[in-house]
């Protein structure tokens, strides 16, 4: 590949490349990786500077850190990815609330305008206006979910519960952001997925892939949506059919307390017996509450119930 690496940067590159238990490795993960190897070199004399540059400072201690960690030639020079790469493992070092941009830049994270604002109201800043960086990167890592390589979406898709076919799998690709190094955001591609209703899920699997989806369930709640889905005989669902039955569980939220008004104000009028048998069925959490479009759902899937037609011109109720 006409790349001449030292013995150091052979060893390091060795050491951080993903292994099989044949000791072999996929050369688009040996390809990858060698991007840390090639580029600019800095001299690690200078290295304080560039990450002031950067936007981080270091103390002495994390300079110090961050120096054994790095793979310097003979000539005391390093390559700035490996460094970019180290820094990011490493998190260590202090930012400056007005260099956060900087920060970003720099170290190749690109956040959309919603993930920006997202990272900003979460961070807690110091009185000196100052944050340290693990923090950024473990808020930035909790927005986007962190990084995936393209070549393993599938994978890890298929982990969680969720297959595609080839032309569903090719469709998402073409609509996610891909980084030069091939990855993609975990968050991203699952909204991805929400947004073009792809694949297909396993039910057994639904609680891990709701807490991927961003979707908060109660234990109730998620139990009564694995009874309501259409699954096949083999206990799977489209994704299209799950994005369906969890349009219920989102909205506002309805206090039972208040049912018997509510069903007045719709034109519904249920004897004690009927209101008691409707709200044994409903998925109530602790609080009492229920999803209004949940409500909603099973009252017009109610089958003993009375309609009051309400007279006024202006509110003719419901037929």
Same mark, same amino acid.
């Given at each position: #590949? /006409? ?19 044949? *000791? ?33 400072? +270091? ?23 490996? @460094? ?24 190749? !994270? ?6 920006? %604002? ?16 693990? *923090?950024? +990167? ?17 994978? $890890?898709?298929?982990?969680?519960? !969720? ?25 991203? #591609? ?12 396993? $039910? ?15 234990? /109730? ?10 699954? /096949? ?28 008004? #509510? ?14 048998? @409707? #709200?044994?069925?409903?998925? !109530? ?17 109610? %089958? ?16």
């Amino acid at each position: #590949m /006409d790349m001449e690496l030292t013995e150091m940067e052979k060893e390091d590159l060795v050491e951080k490349l993903p292994l099989d238990g044949n *000791k072999k490795v996929e050369l688009r993960n040996l390809l990858n990786s060698l991007k840390n190897y090639t580029g600019k070199k800095i001299d690690v004399n200078d290295l304080l500077r560039v990450m002031r540059d950067m936007g981080i400072e +270091l103390n002495k201690k994390e300079e110090e850190t961050l120096l054994r960690a790095l793979p310097v030639d003979d000539a005391g020079m390093v390559f700035q990815n490996r @460094l970019l790469e180290e820094v990011k493992t490493r998190k260590g070092g202090m930012v400056k609330v007005n260099n956060l941009d900087t920060v970003l830049g720099s170290l190749g !994270i690109k956040l959309t305008d919603k993930e920006h %604002e997202s990272l900003t109201e979460n961070l807690p800043l110091t009185a000196d206006g100052k944050i340290h960086l693990e *923090k950024v +990167l473990d808020t930035v890592e909790s927005i986007t979910g962190g990084d995936i390589d393209v070549c393993h979406v599938a994978n $890890v898709l298929k982990e969680m519960g !969720i297959t595609l076919t080839d032309n569903e799998h090719r469709d998402l690709l073409e609509q996610l952001p891909i980084s030069a190094d091939e990855k993609v955001h975990k968050n991203r #591609m699952m909204d991805g997925l929400k947004s073009l209703s792809h694949g297909t899920v396993d $039910v057994n699997k639904i609680d891990t892939i709701l807490k991927n989806m961003g979707w908060k369930l109660t234990n /109730d709640e998620i139990k009564d949506l694995k009874k309501n889905v259409p699954a /096949d005989v083999h206990g799977r669902v489209s994704m299209k059919n799950l994005l369906k039955g969890l349009e219920a569980f989102t909205g506002s939220k309805f206090d039972m307390r208040f049912l018997p008004a #509510m069903m007045n104000k719709m034109g519904l009028e249920l004897t004690d017996k009927e209101r008691m048998k @409707l #709200m044994s069925e409903l998925p !109530i959490d602790e609080s009492g509450k229920i999803y209004k479009n949940r409500l909603l759902n099973e009252v017009k899937s109610f %089958e003993d119930r009375y309609i009051k037609c309400n007279d006024d011109k202006n509110d003719p109720g419901i037929s």
